[in-house]
């Protein structure tokens, strides 16, 4: 692209103004919203427009969050081994025409991202527009292939940036693995390796232009006793992110129905017929899980799945039943375990016509 796009978060307010000269003036907001791989429209995808309100009111606001935010979904995490284009509809680009009075003021240039910031950050915060992942240290199966890091970065920025990424293998056994990520604008690579599966996992060092960006350590873990579940969901920057609650789970179902007391066909009814009926007879399913022994900064990892609107688990998509939940600290509790619910997003029965 030619243009240089500046990342927003769509889940949180992003606001363009613009004052006009004199009290009625006409503001006018023109957004031309296309997809990766895809044309710019040729004609505006919203028009939005306000008067200037009054002499000593002129400056019109727009919230566009929303706008782009329609056109942004995730379905589900697709497992990679290499660097890999991310899909086209987990992001959105936009280009905002602003005039006034007819006349064009400014033009910006957008890549709108369903993320957020938290409200002690400011108005629609982008901490990190470009690797989308917290550093730390992060626990997965051994020996498997789940989780991926994001990034997005921009080919034509001025000047020139140049971003790679480099595998260390934890235990030392297997030989570094580097990525030139300027390859694709908008990509992820698996959080390990592949060459360095069933050796411990990898750090995954981030480079722009030689420096250290960031810092991720990706440790393998053997869970010998209960059946791991993994949790793919969409966090604060907007794309997936995994995480695996190694220990004991347990489901329940709940059902619901209606029951009614019904009339014989006659009085001298049949005995193997019911009297008391069930109708409207379905379920939901509910699994509570548990992370096992994490490190103190997997709190912020627990609050942005509670505040996630796509979660998976095992690929199968679910809704947070857990509201509150405690933020440990080392010091208090030594040693950390997070316990989840969820509920299955949907019922047991197909009932959808």
């Keep these: 692209m030619s243009n240089v796009y500046t990342k927003i978060n769509t889940r949180s307010p992003y606001i363009i103004s613009q004052a006009g000269s004199n009290a009625g003036d006409l503001i006018q907001v023109e ?51 290499g660097l890999t284009a991310t899909s086209a509809g987990n992001y959105v680009y936009c280009k905002a025409l602003i005039k006034k009075a007819g006349v064009l003021q400014d033009t910006k240039f957008l890549i709108g991202y369903n993320g957020y910031g938290y409200f002690e950050n400011g108005s629609n915060p982008v901490l990190d527009a470009h690797i989308m992942l917290d550093e730390g240290e992060y626990y997965l199966l051994k020996n498997q292939n ?86 793919d969901f ?35 009814y049949n005995t193997s017929k019911n009297i008391t009926q069930n109708f409207n007879t379905n379920g939901t399913e509910t699994i509570t899980v548990n992370t096992g022994f994490v490190r103190e900064g997997y709190s912020d990892v627990m ?6 609107e796509t979660i998976r688990l095992d690929g199968e998509p679910v809704v947070p039943q857990t509201n509150s939940l405690d933020m440990h600290k080392s010091i208090n509790e030594r040693l950390i375990n997070y316990t989840l619910s969820f509920n299955y997003a949907h019922h047991i029965i197909n009932n959808i016509q």
Aim: aromatic share 12%; net charge neutral.
């Design 31 to 81: 957004l031309y919203i296309h997809q990766s791989g895809g044309s710019e429209p040729a004609s505006a995808t919203f028009n939005l427009s306000k008067p200037a309100p009054s002499a000593s009111l002129l400056t019109v606001y727009f919230d566009i969050s929303p706008y782009l935010k329609y056109y942004i979904s995730h379905t589900s995490l697709t497992p990679v081994t």
């Design 303 to 308: 609050k942005q799945i509670l505040l996630s």
């Design 146 to 231: 789940n989780g991926a890091l994001f990034y997005s970065i921009d080919s034509d920025a001025s000047p020139a940036e140049d971003w790679d990424a480099k595998y260390v293998c934890l235990d030392g056994t297997t030989a570094d693995v580097d990525i030139n990520l300027n390859t694709q604008d908008n990509a992820y690579i698996p959080y390990i390796t592949p060459t360095h599966k069933n050796n411990g996992g990898s750090t995954l060092k981030i480079f722009k232009d030689s420096s250290l960006y960031k810092t991720f350590t990706f440790t393998e873990v053997c869970e010998p006793k209960y059946t791991p579940v993994v949790c």
């Design 234 to 268: 969409v966090n604060k920057y907007g794309v997936w992110q995994t995480i695996i609650f190694f220990k004991v789970s347990k489901s329940n179902i709940n059902t619901t129905r209606s029951t009614f007391n019904m009339m014989p066909s006659s009085p001298t």
